[in-house]
């Protein structure tokens, strides 16, 4: 199986190739006492903010590259510091259909939240010029942390892309003649 390639870019990950097969991946075993609720909710949010796939009841995985295995690592710990038992693993799935199944959730979750990115874009299209521009910044920042958990591209990411660029032009340039400012 061929290397993975680093991300192009610092925080991005970069998709497998889908010719790879199966492919490995870092899990993370864990499990928290249930009060205080404060390290449970901590862990949770750090895990959403990695875009893990969810395998059981305290059990996710995030393909395996230097990145996702450090920051696994750095959740483990916090676990291990609020009192739970945390494992970390490298694995592969026994079959090319478990790894897409678990890829394709993955996209799945990365879609909706790109379609709920162009159905804000599109709702903000027709509003004042002030307005567009405030949501194409707040959407722009919205769309960089979900590509930072987006390990398998799915189309909607370009179409989001798309309908938040439409907003750029259109929060640059007046609407109509009564909003331009006189030269």
């Known amino acids: 199986m061929p290397p993975t390639p680093p991300p192009a870019s610092r925080g991005a990950p970069s998709p497998r190739p889908a010719a790879a097969g199966v492919g490995r991946w870092v899990l993370l075993s ?62 592969e799935p026994a ?21 709920a990115v162009a159905v804000d874009a599109a709702a903000a ?3 004042p010029a002030a307005e567009r521009q405030r949501v194409a910044r707040r959407l722009r920042a919205e769309l960089r942390r979900i590509t930072r958990r987006d390990f398998f591209p799915p189309p909607h990411r370009d179409l989001a892309k798309a309908a938040v660029d439409a907003l750029a032009p259109a929060a640059r340039q007046p609407a109509d003649r009564s909003e331009e400012v006189p030269r």
Do not use: K
């Open 125 to 127: 299209a027709s509003g």
């Open 95 to 115: 079959t090319a259909a478990q790894d897409r199944q678990l890829a394709a959730a993955m996209a799945a979750a990365r879609a909706e939240e790109y379609q």
């Open 30 to 91: 864990y499990r928290l006492p249930r009060q205080p609720s404060t390290p449970r909710i901590s862990v949770w949010r750090r895990l959403e903010r990695l875009g893990v796939g969810r395998l059981g009841d305290g059990l996710v995985a995030l393909p395996a590259d230097a990145r996702t295995r450090e920051q696994i690592d750095w959740i483990a710990e916090e676990i291990t510091e609020a009192g739970g038992t945390a494992t970390v693993w490298l694995a």
